[in-house]
């Protein structure tokens, strides 16, 4: 007989991210640095350097065309980060997990919990981005502030991912594959570096299979002042990921940690 | 718990046409803290408990005594859901732990057997973040900490990274998380497993004054030692079963009696020893090199009149019961 699955309630999940926000508090300094110095690099480089070389595109700079891309490029790996080495530390090396859950907490709060986290880091780092990319007058469009709260629903389907990885990992080499095989190929095929169409055909149709490709044309259109209706279809895509991946992950940490 | 209740009535009434006395236990269970019948867990194939019924009282102490691999850890993990229930009924507080873990587990205290603590944070920190999970409120948690830092001596570690702490102060400050919600039942596996003398005694100091206090504690251990001093009653389990029950003290000495020789006899002398005591009728038993020797109280046996190698005269313990009981030592695995 295994004990069913129930859905988390906010309320306990939160004092799971309260956890994990009271330990990043105490070093902050140092993790919001690294997130502000990061993409000004990220705009020097690919941006004034590489960009000096590439011609005009679709009547824009090469640095406004990855500009939006940016603002969530490192908030993901972020997210990503958290969810894998962190979470595994958290369950693996540290047993926080198997502490929290003999609290009124259960397992499904904890690891609503620990989505909730990753997705609030990449919210935060996106945040830090954007006044980044504002620093370097990249934004056109008041309508580019969207594309934060869009950073926190990618950022649950991101952190969701990273956990179902986690649930799967013995050791902390594992979750190279996961980087190799998953993170790299839908980070640099969503088309944050160059529009997709520049890909042979098979390759777009893969493009269109990572979950950043939808933020990345939605980032696009809304920094260019455009607010449409065909943006509801990849949000709606985009939650619905979120929903399964979500459930994937409480099954599989269920299975790992509750025998 | 209506539903538990309703039923215990129901019984009563059956039994009370047989037997008042029936009809009295039957009352008391309704009040009992934990409460298991016929629990069985299985692990794919394996069944590591294999069908155990006890059930602890308010305000006693429990051990569950028993090699590695008994089933002891995972009887303690059902208790506090951390296990889901095989078959067999579990309720801890009247309540069903696999339709209550919530509300039972707001009442337990816990302490498991890894040192779970949060390295990401610091000595007191770890108890307010703890305290968070039960929805304690701040001013209050922080009360409570710095009482139970105060109670557990570490008052002096509160900014303190764990990885700094001595295996001893570990142990005691899972001790002091564990009584944050004030629990009506503490949990404990194998409390002072790899903790040196010295810091087990102070470990047994505290668990004795929260017994006072009228915890009810429900433990597991492999030191004998442990449940003698701590446990009002053990449950002596092997290979997922529980092979005997009662008070320790008066288990040993209704079985094994009062007084132990372990003798090791002189070289040529080795069969000799065993039909010597076999033909008095001395109950005793050979592990290794040595043999076990229970005499009875008043009896003839004068054991250093045998040629021997090595005697010791010691006080019957657990162990020695436990040795009878399996033929094996407690420290070995029942695997």
């Keep these: ?259 | 718990m209506l539903l538990h209740h309703r039923r215990s009535v129901v019984e009563c009434r059956r039994h009370r046409q047989n037997s008042t006395f029936t009809a009295r236990i039957v009352i008391l269970n309704i009040a009992m803290i934990v409460s298991a019948e016929n629990l069985v867990k299985k692990f794919d194939a394996l069944e590591v408990v294999r069908g155990i019924s006890f059930s602890v009282a308010p305000g006693e102490c429990f051990g569950f005594l028993g090699p590695n691999g008994a089933g002891k850890t995972t009887i303690i993990r059902m208790i506090h859901g951390g296990s889901p229930v095989g078959s067999g009924s579990l309720t801890v507080f009247g309540l069903d732990i696999t339709s209550h873990a919530r509300q039972i587990k707001a009442r337990l205290g816990v302490v498991p057997q890894d040192n779970n603590l949060d390295d990401d944070l610091s000595v007191l920190e770890n108890l307010l973040v703890y305290a968070r999970y039960f929805g304690i409120a701040k001013d209050q948690a922080l009360s409570r900490s710095l009482a139970l830092l105060n109670f557990v001596q570490l008052e002096s570690k509160n900014d303190n990274r764990i990885p700094t702490l001595s295996g001893g102060m570990k142990r005691r400050l899972i001790l002091a998380r564990g009584l944050l919600n004030q629990p009506e039942l503490l949990i404990l596996d194998e409390p002072s497993t790899g903790l040196d003398p010295q810091a087990r005694r102070l470990l047994w100091q505290k668990l004795r004054s929260l017994k006072s206090q009228g915890t009810t504690m429900i433990l597991t251990t492999h030191y004998m030692e442990e449940a003698e001093q701590l446990c009002d009653r053990v449950a002596i389990m092997d290979a997922g079963k529980i092979i005997l029950q009662g008070n320790p003290i008066d288990l040993v000495r209704e079985r094994v009696g009062t007084e132990c020789y372990e003798m090791e006899p002189a070289a040529n002398l080795d069969g000799d020893l065993g039909s010597r005591l076999r033909a008095q009728s001395v109950p005793f038993h050979k592990f290794g090199e040595t043999y076990y020797i229970f005499p009875a109280p008043g009896a003839e046996w004068k054991p250093s009149e045998f040629p021997h190698r090595r005697l010791l005269h010691r006080r019957a313990t657990l162990e020695d019961l436990f040795l009878q009981l399996t033929g094996k030592g407690l420290t070995e695995s029942s695997e």
């Design chain 1, 1 to 259: 007989m295994k004990a069913g699955i129930v859905f988390p309630s906010l309320r306990f999940a939160m004092r799971v991210w309260e956890r994990n926000f009271r330990v990043f508090i105490k070093y902050w300094p140092g993790a919001v640095l690294a997130y502000f110095i990061d993409p000004v690099f990220y705009l020097l480089i690919f941006g004034v350097g590489l960009g000096g070389y590439l011609n005009q595109m679709q009547n824009e700079s090469y640095l406004e065309f990855i500009a939006p891309g940016i603002v969530f490029g490192s908030a993901m790996l972020t997210v990503c980060m958290e969810c894998t080495y962190g979470s595994f530390t958290r369950m693996e090396i540290q047993k926080t997990f198997q502490a929290i859950i003999t609290t009124p907490l259960n397992l499904e709060e904890v690891i609503a919990g620990e989505i909730l986290w990753g997705a609030s880091k990449g919210f935060l780092v996106s945040a830090i981005v954007m006044l980044v990319v504002l620093g370097f007058g990249l934004l056109h469009s008041a309508l580019a502030v969207l594309i934060i709260p869009l950073v926190l629903l990618e950022g649950l389907l991101m952190a969701a991912i990273s956990l179902i990885v986690t649930s799967y990992a013995s050791t902390y080499e594992y979750v190279n594959y996961f980087y190799a095989l998953f993170y790299a190929p839908a980070f640099y095929l969503s088309g944050i570096f160059f529009p997709l169409e520049r890909f042979p055909v098979w390759l777009q149709y893969v493009a269109y299979l990572s979950p950043m490709t939808p933020l990345v044309l939605i980032a696009r259109a809304l920094n260019k002042g455009v607010l449409a209706w065909w943006m509801l279809g990849p949000v709606a895509w985009l939650l619905v990921l979120t929903f399964f991946a979500s459930a994937l992950a409480i099954y599989r940490m269920k299975r790992r940690l509750v025998k």
